[in-house]
């Protein structure tokens, strides 16, 4: 039973680990960001919105909106000041994890520098276990364009591990659309 109680703690933390966001980004520094009124969307670049269903497009592009409006930006259906474009790339990964246990040792004396009269019992045993399993890693990008100069002025990028359960990605897209719009060059007004 304890070694059953090891192994969930083990999984558990690698699953935890896996789950991480990373975000990056960067920007054209010589833009002046807070002259930008208006946005307007792209569309999802070429094969992302085939590995989405409509659902999670939604809730990513409605969670940018937000983003978008702690911004002062308002959406314009054509022709906004900056133009976003989304997409998306995913990855299937595979990833093993090893728990060994043992139970026994040696346990003896050896006298003084290991000269004297020893005793004890023999080696240990042990056992290892080994669990795969397979996860799919997920790159979300928002590149956002100048639309009068059509040219890329800011790129955030968050990649992690996604959850296949739908409830699980309602709640958590959101948070990362926030973490990517935290390193854009205009703060969110509270």
Partial sequence: MKHLTVLAIVV????ASCSSITVTSDYDKSVDFTKFRTYSYYGWADNSDKLLNDFDKERIEKAFGAELGKRNLTYQREGGDITVAL????EQKQQTTATTTGMGGRY???GYYGYG???GWGTGMSTTTYNTYDYTVGTLVCDIFDTNGEQLIWEGVAQGTINENPQKREASIPKVVAQIMARYPVPAEK
């Avoid at 558990?12 to 699953?15: A, D, G």
């Fill in 108 to 110: 003896g004396y050896g």
């Fill in 12 to 15: 558990t933390m690698i699953l």
């Fill in 87 to 90: 997409f998306i790339v995913t």
């Fill in 117 to 119: 009269p020893g005793w």
